[in-house]
């Protein structure tokens, strides 16, 4: 199955200073690559994803790279605020009607 | 739209009793997650319906465990008997897969917090 890498597990970073989270997948039929954040007690909620056809996507202070050949993508996150403190998930899908199969997850730690 | 709704929020069980969990998936939502969140394991798949049919099982971790969808509005994950080793975040997740292979986006509900004394 498929098997999905993420790093680093914790990350802090002076507010105002970007931040980068990097995942790796096995499964070079994979197509679709979302990320998700996680607040303590709370549910992953999505905030950006991009599709095998697209190299990069742009939202805001998020943006997602994605390099099919090499199989892995990012997560940048500008301008950090303090409310970017959670649990960030990667996910990876090959598409149709399957689930996801997550990356344990990085603890993003905003310093004041 | 209300959302990924799921039952109990939070459940306290002695070892060896029976659990139910249950979920309502967002109205019009096709395919249907359990998914299992422990900090040794992180969030596992463990069970995925499409049109109320069971797909792929293969995450579900034993014959103590059990999932049903009797409707597109309905389903429930069973443990019997619980063991202490099932207290985790059981989170229900649907999504609406259009048959394309572009991979669909899947909405998480608030949880069910287990633990079992």
């Known amino acids: 199955g498929e098997n999905v890498e993420q790093h680093p597990s914790t990350l802090s970073v002076q507010e105002g200073d970007s931040a980068v989270i990097k995942c790796t997948y096995s499964?070079?039929?994979?197509?679709?690559f979302p990320w998700y954040k996680q607040e303590l007690g709370k549910r992953p909620q999505l905030i950006i994803d991009?599709?095998?056809?697209?190299g990069e996507k742009k939202d805001q202070r998020i943006a997602v790279t994605l390099n099919k050949t090499a199989k892995h993508f990012s997560l940048h996150i500008t301008e950090t605020q303090p409310e970017d403190s959670a649990v960030y998930f990667c996910?990876?899908?090959?598409?149709?009607?399957?689930?996801?199969?997550f990356g344990k997850g990085t603890h993003l730690i905003i310093q004041p | 739209d209300a959302g990924v709704i799921q039952s109990p929020r939070h459940e306290v069980t002695e070892m060896g009793q029976e659990v139910t969990l249950r979920c309502k998936p967002i109205?019009?939502?096709?395919?249907l997650f359990w998914y299992r969140q422990t900090m040794m394991r992180g969030l596992e798949l463990l069970i995925y319906?499409?049109?109320?049919?069971?797909?792929?099982d293969s995450g579900m971790p034993e014959d103590r465990f059990s999932a049903k969808m009797p409707n597109a509005s309905f389903s429930t994950l069973k443990i019997q008997p619980s063991e202490p080793r099932d207290s985790a975040v059981y989170f229900c997740a649907s999504s609406l897969w259009i048959g394309s292979t572009s991979g669909n986006t899947i909405y998480f509900g608030e949880g069910s917090w287990l633990t079992v004394v």
């Open positions: 499964d070079s039929a994979s197509n679709y």
């Open positions: 996910a990876v899908s090959g598409g149709g009607a399957d689930g996801l199969t």
């Open positions: 319906f499409n049109n109320n049919v069971p797909i792929d």
């Open positions: 109205s019009g939502h096709n395919s």
């Open positions: 991009i599709r095998s056809n697209v």
